[in-house]
């Protein structure tokens, strides 16, 4: 089961799979049809977009999905480098799910790995035997207010708006983006603002511009 907003992505995924002789047994752009399909049709994979638009994510797509289908294999598929740019406080991702950046997936052989190690998960009743370790997300070692300040930041929030949203002081907001563009390496300078810096990265790490990784 493909579960995916955007209608170009969705074909794109489903398309891959196809010419891989893997049956697509239902496709659906929003959370609550793709429960109700799933609870009738019992798919051995769901492949999820994380943003799904208002209201449920892919990742509560998924736990609810493993609540009704405990042996459900999962693939994750996102923009973000980190599903903390997504939305704060996400919950984890359900054991044995597989996280995959959407500009992997026109690399047919990368998406069908993908979707065998959730197959694994599936076949094994639960159980993920010589599993590859995750993948180490550059933003593994931030902090969630590191990444919620980040992406406060982002959608243009001033110190003093970004304090009352996360109900601390100015000072200790100034100190965390002053943390952030050391770690990034930017500098203060007459050329390069802080904020426009660390909202740019914040856009790369989300998928939103291309990088000069």
Not at 172 to 191: C, D, H, P, Y
């Amino acid at each position: 089961m493909v579960v995916e907003d955007d209608s170009f992505m969705r074909s794109m995924v489903i398309s891959a799979l196809q010419m891989q002789d893997m049956d697509v047994v239902a496709e659906s752009q929003s959370a609550s049809f793709a429960m109700k399909t799933a609870s009738l049709i019992r798919p051995d994979i769901a492949i999820l977009d994380l943003n799904l638009g208002s209201g449920p994510t892919g990742i509560d797509l998924a736990i609810a999905l493993r609540g009704v289908l405990p042996r459900i294999g999962i693939v994750l598929l996102t923009s973000y480098e980190d599903p903390r740019l997504h939305r704060p406080n996400l919950p984890q991702l359900p054991a044995g799910s597989i996280y995959m950046k959407k500009g992997d997936v026109s690399k047919v052989e990368v998406l069908i790995k993908a979707v065998n190690k959730a197959l694994d998960y599936s076949v094994k009743r639960g159980k993920i035997v010589d599993t590859e370790p995750a993948r180490k997300s550059e933003l593994a070692s931030f902090t969630d207010v590191q990444i919620e300040t980040m992406r406060l930041v982002a959608q243009g929030l001033s110190n003093a708006q970004i304090a009352s949203t996360r109900n601390v002081s100015e000072k200790s907001v100034e100190q965390t983006i002053s943390r952030l563009a050391a770690i990034f390496g930017i500098k203060s300078n007459k050329e390069k603002n802080q904020r426009v810096e660390i909202t740019n990265r914040y856009n790369q790490l989300s998928g939103l511009i291309a990088g000069d990784r």
